[in-house]
Every structure is written in C-alpha cells, then in structure tokens.
C-alpha cells in the first residue's frame, strides 16, 4: 500500500523552528524526487521547492530560501524539510510529493504568538 504520511506540524512563534517529516512506504522511494508545497485557504498550492532522489541537489522557492532545507534519509525513506526564521506568513498546510504521483495529506504549520 503506497502511502506518503507527513508530520511534524505545530504551532511556532515568529522567529521560531519546526521540522516536517515526510515518511513514504510502498514504493521506491530513494528513485524519486521529493517537491514540498504549502497552502493556505482560498489559494493555490504553492511550491517550495525539490530535494533530488540523492539529496545531492535542492531547490527552494524566493519566499523561502535562506530559512527552509530539505534533506532525506534513504535508507528510513524518510524526507525532511527544516523550517528556520519562521513568519507568520509561513502559516499554511505543508504537504509533500514524491514524484508527479504522490502526495501526502498535510500538516498544518502555525506561526503566531
């Protein structure tokens, strides 16, 4: 059973951090690329930017890059994106996809003091 299971969500205060994880099982995990979304309600989805199936190669959208990471651990088929300097306009549901086919279900990210 393919499942892509996200994690880690809470809420942060502004300046604060927060870790997601992104767990897969049933499928290849370590052959596929890893791209991290967010929303929030009433928008689109937005991207946020990919980690490569080694974690040799990332890339981060403008609104995010300097604070956000990702990272991934093969071996546990386990992805990670490290959120640092949070805003509250980083307020959002956080959701991973593992190729053009999988996504998770969400975790809610709230920044507010």
């Known amino acids: 059973q393919v499942q892509l299971v996200e994690s880690g969500g809470g809420l942060v205060q502004p300046g604060g951090s927060l870790k997601l994880s992104c767990a897969a099982s049933?499928?290849?995990?370590?052959?596929?690329?890893i791209h991290w979304y967010r929303q929030t309600p009433g928008n689109e989805r937005e991207w946020i930017g990919v980690?490569?199936?080694?974690?040799?190669?990332?890339s981060y959208a403008g609104s995010v890059k300097g604070r956000f990471s990702f990272s991934r651990d093969n071996a546990n088929n386990t992805a990670y994106l490290q959120m640092r300097r949070l805003k509250p306009e980083d307020t959002a549901v956080y959701y991973c996809?593992?190729?053009?086919?999988?996504w998770g279900q969400g975790t809610q990210v709230t920044v507010s003091s």
């Open positions: 996809r593992a190729g053009n086919t999988y």
């Open positions: 980690i490569d199936n080694t974690g040799g190669y990332s």
């Open positions: 049933g499928f290849a995990f370590s052959t596929l690329y």
